[in-house]
T-cell receptor, first 109, second 113 residues
Framework: GQNIDQPTEMTATEGAIVQINCTYQ??????LFWYQQHAGEAPTFLSY????GLEEKGRFSSFLSRSKGYSYLLLKELQMKDSASYLC??????????FGTGTRLQVFP | DTAVSQTPKYLVTQMGNDKSIKCEQN?????MYWYKQDSKKFLKIMFS???????INETVPNRFSPKSPDKAHLNLHINSLELGDSAVYFC????????????FGPGTRLLVL
């Protein structure tokens, strides 16, 4: 079957660093995506990994290990506006994106 | 200059009614999707169309019927609405069928009473 696991909730302090983990078991792999979703809004694309390693984009970085079925999203210099849900999604054999249940991150002052 | 738009944003209706949600994208993308996000925020694919052709049809009740009049539009019609259909429905699009990022619309919040 298809399975994507993420922690349900995390909390962190403004200015800190937080790492959100995602493990997956899917039939086939054609890339892993991270999306950010603020409450009441649409998911927005953050990052895409298809090869092993780290992809850095400003304060956000995403890491992938295909052999371990593992990814993480690293958020640096946290800001209050980073409070949101972070969705890990895997593109399996087809065009279908399989989403995890999301990690709700709360950033406190 | 909205990329992916949906109407209506909110929809409140009675059980048993039939309703439609419209989606349009002006990105020139070939592929469009419908997702359902339930109360636990779990986002799940329902349908996908590529150049007006159905390519993904998950195990969705046949009360749900997507229609794509052209590749810029993908509408969702729901017959005989049930309480369990209450959710947020997101339309999305991507440039190509594979390997591409999906861009989401603002969502339609459906409440069935």
């Amino acid at each position: 079957g298809q399975n994507i696991d993420q922690p349900t909730e995390m909390t962190a302090t403004e200015g800190a660093i937080v790492q959100i983990n995602c493990t997956y078991q899917t039939s086939g792999f054609n890339g892993l995506f991270w999306y950010q979703q603020h409450a009441g809004e649409a998911p927005t694309f953050l990052s895409y990994n298809v090869l092993d390693g780290l992809e850095e984009k400003g304060r956000f970085s995403s890491f992938l290990s295909r052999s371990k079925g593992y990814s993480y999203l690293l958020l640096k210099e946290l800001q209050m506006k980073d409070s949101a849900s972070y969705l890990c999604a895997v593109r399996a054999n087809t065009d279908k994106l399989i989403f995890g249940t999301g990690t709700r991150l709360q950033v406190f002052p | 200059d909205t990329a992916v738009s949906q109407t209506p944003k909110y929809l409140v209706t009675q059980m048993g009614n039939d309703k439609s949600i419209k989606c349009e994208q002006n990105l020139g993308h070939d592929t469009m999707y419908w997702y359902k996000q339930d109360s636990k925020k779990f986002l799940k694919i329902m349908f996908s169309y590529n150049n007006k052709e159905l390519i993904i049809n998950e195990t969705v009740p046949n009360r749900f019927s997507p229609k794509s009049p052209d590749k810029a539009h993908l509408n969702l019609h729901i017959n005989s609405l049930e309480l369990g259909d209450s959710a947020v429905y997101f339309c999305a699009s991507s440039l190509l069928q594979y390997q591409e990022t999906q861009y989401f619309g603002p969502g339609t919040r459906l409440l069935v009473l």
